[in-house]
DNA sequence: TTCGTCGCTTGACCCGCATCAAGCGACGCA
DNA sequence: TGCGTCGCTTGATGCGGGTCAAGCGACGAA
């Protein structure tokens, strides 16, 4: 359990952190009016850079803040003492880090960089505070927790009820779509984690998941050179992830 | 989709809902103290008596209240258009039931009562504004949101990494601390669900979790007539739940 | 009391994915 | 330029749990 060194903190002009952000319809502060965004001001305490495969946190560590991505992409694992490992989500820009540490007060997950990153810590209490002050934000910080669960339950179907190739069409689709949010293509992408970590998050093996890569791409779905994906036939995919099970 | 009638509101003095309530050290409104409990007078606007097999809600239904369960025993589920189905959950006493309809203001899951049960019903806008006011409430219901975020991720390890009797006896020994935490035996207790449900819950097969309880009672774990439960070595359950994978 | 239904148990068989294993290409470092 | 490592692919084999099927006991209705 080596830590990393501490993380160095960025210098910027945070009053003005969100305001400037091309990520504010994304993110947090998402719907709120120049007015509001003058309230929130100073929720961002200080910015921070994550170098690939740096954690931003570990589990177990004290619950301090939460955390918006500016540039980059995470995955969440938890590691139990029993050797059980598992990634919980892959979170891109404009998402949030950290809502699950709010119930313990202690960090739950481990997050890690899958390449090099650059956060707004959101300090929990100040948000709490500026929450009860201005409803827009209190009313999109509960969305985005609701939504945390949305996205879980999600999850929950995939891994009780899909196999494999399905949840594989399923992971595409959604990095699909969370790709061209973000002004991205929707059909061309490079993914950031190993067939390995695609395979924990889905409750499969690698070499599974290297089979399912290699199907979709017998069957004229997609081309996959390592990490790059070409997606030929979305339809064909959601077909696969909307099929009903005999 | 044929709704229930409508559900009948049970008239109660709600100005002393929560201080009369014997649950409220283990809902919402856990540990407020006696000035705030008046602040959080007018918070539960209704009862709701819901018989069983009975819906409180159902998915796609318009957001307005979450719930707190009083009395009863609820399931959630999601059953999609192409036939699968999925319980997200089963709820007792003291927890709160449709947060996952915040994010898109319709309920995602449906909720299904497992026997007679009664409901405080919370209009979430009522909850927002007090949440501004009464900062411990805010903070209550922010670790509710938080603590489902957590027993999801807990669901999605069982389901990516866990074999069928290490599922199970995680979802005994879930069960039974939550019977004992309401002042039950932790050691028997009879399931509200059926075979089906425990198997939809945990991505298993009604037959497959049949078999588990049939082994375990061979073994000597537990005995289970129907649904009743009595556990005899729980700690056997934990080994079960935590060895490691070769 | 009888009958029908529903939930559950158990057996037989089979398939999807895990497991084990070998090999290869990309990349970083000496 | 060569070598080691890491991530990935692919094949062979086995097993856990899904599927299909039969039967049974508990319970409710007539």
Chains 1, 2 share one sequence.
Do not use: W
Request: net charge neutral.
């Amino acid at each position: 359990m080596n830590k990393p060194a501490t993380i160095p903190l960025t210098p910027v002009n945070l009053r003005t952190a969100c305001i400037q952000c091309n990520l504010r319809e994304l993110c947090l502060p998402m719907g709120l009016d120049a007015n509001e965004f003058e309230q929130i001001d100073g929720l961002i305490a200080a910015r921070k850079r994550v170098k690939r495969q740096q954690h931003l946190y570990h589990a177990g560590d004290p619950f301090e803040a939460i955390y918006a991505i500016r540039i980059g992409f995470f995955k969440t694992d938890i590691l139990t003492e029993d050797g059980r490992d598992q990634v919980t989500g892959f979170q891109m820009a404009g998402e949030i880090l950290g809502l699950d540490g709010i119930s313990t007060d202690r960090h739950v997950c481990n997050a890690v960089a899958l390449e090099d990153s650059d956060v707004c810590m959101i300090p929990f209490d100040r948000l709490e505070d500026l929450s009860r002050k201005v409803e827009p934000l209190q009313r999109q910080f509960n969305r985005f927790m609701s939504r945390e669960i949305v996205r879980e339950q999600s999850i929950m179907m995939l891994l009780g009820s899909m196999r494999a190739e399905e949840r594989l069409a399923a992971f595409l689709l959604n990095l699909s779509q969370r790709m061209q949010l973000r002004g991205y293509s929707a059909s061309e992408f490079n993914l950031r984690m190993t067939r390995e970590e695609i395979g924990s998050y889905l409750g499969l093996k690698l070499e599974t998941v290297s089979r399912a890569f290699s199907k979709f791409q017998d069957e004229g779905l997609l081309t996959v050179h390592q990490k790059h994906i070409q997606i030929l036939n979305s339809d064909a995919l959601r077909a696969l992830v909307g099929r009903a099970h005999v």
